[in-house]
């Protein structure tokens, strides 16, 4: 089937084909014609997997026959990071290029001055936001969210989670009772209970190669196959002393120029980054305690290809596209299985293979039994300590 087929707007397709893209994902041919059907939507495909065009286009097709009123966006995309919602805001931006009706889009987001955001906010009828930074907005008037028709949640699973429960609502609250509801994740269940909170009717549900997360025990005792099939993963015992020498090898024998790095503390990434400068690596951190400025800076130089490592905690685990990353380490282990999922999906992405090298220590070995068990998929473990290493 042919982007052709899928009844987007005319000039959609050759944005599409500027895009390079050839032929529509398999979430995009099941999610396209519910959304131009107006209905309710829940999404769960695996990460990478071309979800943010899965919305994107429809919206944007949807949104001929909208009236504008400025400061009533008719479109919201709520994101969990800032990173997400520059990225997200970058695809309808691609993708509106050249359309004859009004489809302009913009992220706002905290940990940076307000006041641009306020005035850039004429007009726009896509709005891509976090939570907090959107409520600001809605409080001084900024931005009404009345008018909205289509309201979607991006990374979904992480923005029904208690830490954002109280903005959610708020948000909820200020939007009109009839709208199209979207929702996305890789690590969604369909039965979150919190569903009705958001979607009066019963949605679609869309799974495309879906991650399944499974809460209770079971046989695990034939290896599984994974939905993370682009993905080789290699697992290295090795002491935490050894880390910083062994990534370092890894680093230069399989010649990387590219790879994301992930720890489990922001002390962890700025000391792992200062160590690797000072052994000649080109490194930078990204973190919650680095200005926004320096996280996009970073993040833009990541994915230009000019620096080799990009260090960084949970806080980039979730919906960031970098095109063909090759390479993702897991330095230390997240706490939840749901997380190292989200990080390896950082790479074999958009049909392009990627390898997750994962360091476990002696207390890691039973918590990284449980992220396997739970992900269905054993890992290949290399012990780096055996003499087989030299480094
Ligand atoms: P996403 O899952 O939305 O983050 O998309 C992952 C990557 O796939 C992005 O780099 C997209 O540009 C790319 N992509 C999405 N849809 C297609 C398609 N139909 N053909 C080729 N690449 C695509």
Redesign the pocket.
């Known amino acids: 089937m042919s982007?052709e087929s899928l009844k987007l707007f005319p000039q959609l397709l050759q944005n599409?084909e500027e895009?390079?893209?050839?032929?529509?994902?398999p979430?995009?041919l099941e999610v396209i014609p519910k959304i131009l059907a107006k209905e309710d939507v829940l999404g769960i495909?695996?990460?990478?997997?071309?979800?943010?065009?899965?919305y994107v286009l429809p919206i944007l097709t949807l949104l001929e026959n909208v009236k504008t009123k400025n400061r009533f966006t008719n479109v919201l995309v709520v994101v969990p990071t800032r990173e997400l919602a520059v990225?997200v805001q970058e695809?309808f931006y691609e993708f509106s290029k050249g359309l004859p009706f009004p489809a302009k889009s913009l992220a706002v987001f905290g940990g940076v001055a307000i006041n641009p955001q306020m005035k850039r906010m004429r007009n726009v009828n896509v709005l891509v936001a976090t939570p907090g930074r959107l409520l600001e907005l809605t409080r001084s008037n900024a931005v009404n969210l009345s008018k909205v028709s289509t309201f979607v949640m991006d990374e979904a699973d992480k923005l029904l989670n208690l830490g954002f429960r109280k903005e959610l609502d708020e948000i909820l609250r200020l939007l009109p009772k009839k709208r199209q509801n979207l929702l996305f994740s890789a690590t969604l269940n369909s039965d979150v209970k919190d569903l009705e909170r958001i979607m009066q009717d019963v949605p679609s549900i869309l799974e495309t190669e879906k991650i399944v997360i499974e809460e209770k025990e079971e046989d695990t005792s034939t290896p599984l196959n994974t939905s993370v099939s682009l993905i080789t993963q290699t697992g290295y015992f090795v002491s935490k002393e050894k880390k910083g020498p062994l990534l370092r090898h890894l680093i230069k024998e399989n010649k990387m120029e590219q790879v994301l790095v992930f720890t489990s503390s922001i002390y962890q990434a700025d000391q792992l980054t200062i160590k690797l400068r000072k052994n000649g690596i080109n490194s930078r951190a990204i973190h919650s305690k680095k200005s926004q400025g320096s996280r996009q800076e970073s993040l833009t130089l990541f994915k230009n290809n000019k620096l080799t490592v990009l260090v960084t905690t949970d806080l980039l685990a979730r919906?960031?596209?970098i095109?063909f990353l090759p390479f993702v380490v897991n330095y230390e282990l997240p706490r939840s299985p749901k997380d190292f999922i989200h990080r390896i999906g950082r790479t074999g992405?958009?049909?392009n293979p990627g390898e997750a090298i994962t360091f476990v220590t002696e207390e890691d070995k039973h918590h990284f039994r449980v992220i396997q068990k739970k992900m269905k998929q054993w890992v290949t473990m290399i012990d780096s300590e055996s003499g087989a290493f030299e480094f």
């Open positions: 982007f599409i895009q390079g893209y050839e032929k529509p994902y979430i995009q495909a695996k990460t990478g997997s071309g979800k943010t065009a899965s990225q695809v919906g960031i596209d095109e992405r958009a049909e």
